[in-house]
């Protein structure tokens, strides 16, 4: 297999130019530091991070990397049949599959997770509903001031 191609970011690239800069001797550490944001000996830690392993070095160590609580694959894959095969028709809504996945199939899993895997996959739970309206709507009156006045207010 053949190297991986290395993207940079216009941060990065901008770093990898100016230390690049201070190796061959065009700037100073310290006008690096100043331009970076970096204290000096930042500066001479990415200089040494780049001799030894070219733009790789201004990167951050962890690009590239699945996160430590990233939920696995399997159970993305377990949820969702879950969801299609047993949970769907039940007619639940996404906090509920929830309880159900933590209570009867021993899965532990947020409610926030479960919506955002099974919305993923264009999978929805109980069908939206159109909102009542806030108020009654009555035909209108043929002049002003026909409306009676219900309130025994003293108006005429």
């Known amino acids: 297999m053949g190297a991986k191609r290395l993207r940079l970011t216009g941060a990065e690239v901008k770093k990898f130019r100016v230390i690049k800069d201070v190796m061959d001797k065009r700037m100073r550490q310290k006008e690096a530091a100043e331009v970076l944001g970096l204290s000096t000996r930042q500066v001479r830690r990415l200089e040494d991070l780049v001799r030894l392993q070219g733009a790789k070095g201004v990167v951050h160590g962890l690009v590239g990397r699945t996160s430590n609580n990233a939920i696995s694959p399997e159970k993305v ?63 209108r009156r043929e002049s002003a001031g026909e409306l009676l006045q219900q309130d025994t207010s003293p108006h005429d």
């Open 77 to 139: 894959e377990r949820v969702k049949s879950l969801w299609v095969n047993q949970y769907q028709k039940a007619n639940l809504n996404f906090t509920h599959f929830t309880e159900k996945l933590n209570e009867v199939e021993g899965i532990k899993i947020s409610v926030e997770s479960v919506r955002k895997i099974l919305r993923s996959g264009n999978l929805t739970d109980k069908k939206m509903h159109r909102p009542r309206k806030h108020r009654k709507e009555r035909p």
